[in-house]
């Protein structure tokens, strides 16, 4: 089992920033990804990371903006915010990759970001 536990959601003006945090605890994953989903739309990939380190990944709507990084020692993954934008607005969630390719097995309860305009 992994348990991941997300924080730093909140409410911030357009063009102001956020920085989300998950703490993962149990079994050991593979990698770390961060997802959103807003009213009424699909849920959408945000960015990845592997434990080991490499090139991380980020979804088209967030590159140039967000800024995935983790920190080993704590068990921690996080999501670096910047120039907030209105569409930006959903429930964040943190999930756990367990093997390569593999399906995102675990995930948090969610942390919500709301941008105003």
């Known amino acids: 089992q992994v348990q991941l536990v997300e924080s730093g959601g909140g409410l911030v003006q357009a063009g102001g920033s956020l920085r989300l945090s998950c703490v993962a605890s149990g079994r050991s994953s593979y990698a770390m990804g961060w997802f959103r989903q807003a009213p009424g739309k699909e849920r959408e990939f945000v960015a990845s990371i592997r434990w080991s380190g490499g090139i991380p990944y980020y979804g088209d709507s967030v590159k140039g903006r967000f800024t995935i990084s983790r920190d080993n020692v704590k068990n921690t993954v996080y999501l670096q915010m910047n120039s907030l934008r209105p569409e930006d607005t959903a429930v964040y969630y943190c999930?756990?990759?367990?093997?390569?390719?593999?399906?995102?097995?675990?995930w948090g309860q969610g942390t919500q970001v709301t941008v105003s305009s």
């Open positions: 999930a756990a990759q367990m093997t390569v390719g593999g399906r995102y097995a675990y």
